[in-house]
């Protein structure tokens, strides 16, 4: 039985079908394309990963990030960043954020996916 839960918000669906594939068999996946679809899973009990992108219509990653910052620190949720987006600051932003991961499109995914085997134990 799947048990728990990782939250994928990421506007290009090629992007969350390719994750979908690669962990649905073994976590209960929910991808969503934006920020404010994400909040609203915010309190599945079970939440043990949020795989966020940062370049996000209306809210990006970040303004999610510090906007729910309280209750992903409470509940302890791991959050993997994924961006297209270059710059010095993006790292910097990450662990200001106490992010567990970041990852630069495109990237490996069989290193993606061990890491969300690793944190999500």
Known sequence: ?????????????????????????????RGVESAEEGE??????????IILDLALPLMNGFEFLKKNKRQIMERNIQVIITTGL????????????????YYKKPFRIPEFINKVKELAG
């Open 40 to 49: 609203k899973l915010l309190a599945e009990k079970n939440l043990s990963i």
């Open 1 to 29: 039985m799947k048990q728990k839960i990782v939250l994928h918000i990421e506007d290009d669906a090629d992007q969350r079908d390719v994750v979908a594939r690669k962990i649905s068999a073994r976590y209960d996946y």
């Open 86 to 101: 270059d710059g010095a600051g993006i790292e910097d932003l990450v662990h200001e954020h106490h992010c567990a991961a």
